[in-house]
């Protein structure tokens, strides 16, 4: 009770004192999305900010690496340009910084004591080099049996340079790492800092449904580059990827946690639950959903555990556009825990909890005090030199 009422006084104290301090609104930078910024030998970049929640004087000032290369307008009715003036001549390749920062300044003849703030936004600048370089990626998508697969090779230059010809040569595997096919793309020219695409089929009659492995060789002027990607040949199954492994006594959440192993959607999804301990004894059957192609979804619902602790067999019914399939499972019963035992540790934590926050409050107050007690010692030590 004592522990309570302290608290309360505290928080009273609290907020009685956030009720005569004085706020401050912080000053804001709006503007569109300027970073991560590609430098491009003679561009220029313009952003237009606008600067929001104060109505005080302010100084804008650059800086970082790139900083050089930057001008500022003078605000305007708190707005203002920013702009980027990018030199011909290339510069060493690497990641530059460049920041801006906009703070508030006293008005000329303002003796009063004011909380000045400030807002920065910070940029990363990517100088790419003359050698010729490529970002590449693979994409494989998942098709049904017997179906075609359509690889792509996203192509990004990151390079001033042209590049003539670029193509792939792109290997398929199983996860044993057994070579099973290879097919070759369509070959290219790059422009600087252009973005293409080069593609290749496969016909994959003959593979059975399993998951496979795709590595794409990617040359391109002498160099060479990978890049790899997995896909799935599916038929028309349901997957057991998971299940509920514990239960306690009572009611309890029983989740069957399945994957749509075709590229066409399943409908009327739905599981049954069943003990196979000694004699068959039906314990569940979930709602029905449906799933999209390659979807992983949760059937669920609520299973009356009357069965002592401890483990026991299942088994798990697949059911799916008027098919079935059983999958054997064990799974653990617990015993609750009694009511009185669960309250005693409840309210033990709530106890602990309590005193965490009056401490917390205590050192935030005390916090507080210091800073008013610094600020009114500032402030008199002001007047005092005023005065002098």
Do not use: C
Request: net charge negative; no cysteine; hydrophobic share 45%.
């Amino acid at each position: 009770m004592l522990a309570k009422t302290g608290g309360g006084k505290v928080i009273f104290l609290l907020i009685i004192f956030i009720l005569f301090f004085p706020s401050v609104e912080s000053i804001g930078l709006g503007g569109m999305k300027l970073s991560p910024i590609m430098y491009v030998p003679g561009n220029s970049i313009v952003n237009h900010y606008y600067i929001i929640d104060t109505s005080m004087p302010v100084a804008i000032t650059v800086g970082g690496s790139f900083g050089n290369y930057v001008n500022v307008t003078p605000a305007i009715n708190n707005e203002f340009d920013f702009i980027i003036n990018f030199p011909e001549k290339p510069i060493p390749s690497g990641t530059y910084s460049l920041s801006l920062n906009v703070a508030e300044v006293a008005a000329e003849g303002d003796n009063t004591i004011n909380s000045l703030t400030s807002v920065s936004k910070q940029f990363i600048v990517e100088v790419y080099s003359m050698d010729k370089l490529i970002i590449a990626s693979l994409s494989a998508p998942s098709v049904n049996e017997n179906g075609t697969i359509h690889f792509a090779v996203d192509l990004q230059s990151i390079t001033y340079s042209d590049i003539d010809s670029v193509g792939a040569k792109i290997i398929i595997s199983n996860l044993n790492n057994v070579t099973l096919a290879e097919v070759n793309t369509n070959r290219i020219s790059l422009p600087a800092l252009g973005h293409e695409t080069i593609t290749a089929s496969f016909n994959t009659t003959g593979l059975r449904p399993a998951e496979y492995f795709a590595r794409a060789y990617i040359d391109y002027d002498g160099k060479q580059k990978r890049s790899d990607a997995s896909f799935r040949i599916g038929n028309m199954d349901l997957i057991l990827l998971n299940y509920t492994k514990y239960l306690e006594q009572g009611f309890s959440t029983f989740q069957v946690k399945v994957f749509n192993n075709w590229g066409n959607p399943l409908r009327n999804v739905y599981a049954k639950f069943t003990l196979n301990d000694d004699i068959l004894r039906s314990l569940l059957q979930t709602p029905s959903i449906n799933l999209e192609p390659w979807q992983e979804g949760i059937l669920e619902g609520i299973v009356k555990v009357d069965i002592p602790a401890g483990e026991h067999k299942g088994i798990i019914q697949l059911v799916y556009e008027g098919e079935q399939k059983e999958e054997p499972i064990q799974f653990t019963v617990k015993e609750v825990i009694p009511v009185a035992v669960e309250k005693v540790k409840d309210d033990l934590e709530l106890i602990k909890k309590n005193m965490i926050i009056q401490v917390m409050t205590v050192v935030m107050i005390l916090l507080i005090i210091l800073i008013i007690f610094l600020f009114k010692m500032t402030y008199n030590k002001y007047n005092q030199i005023k005065n002098e």
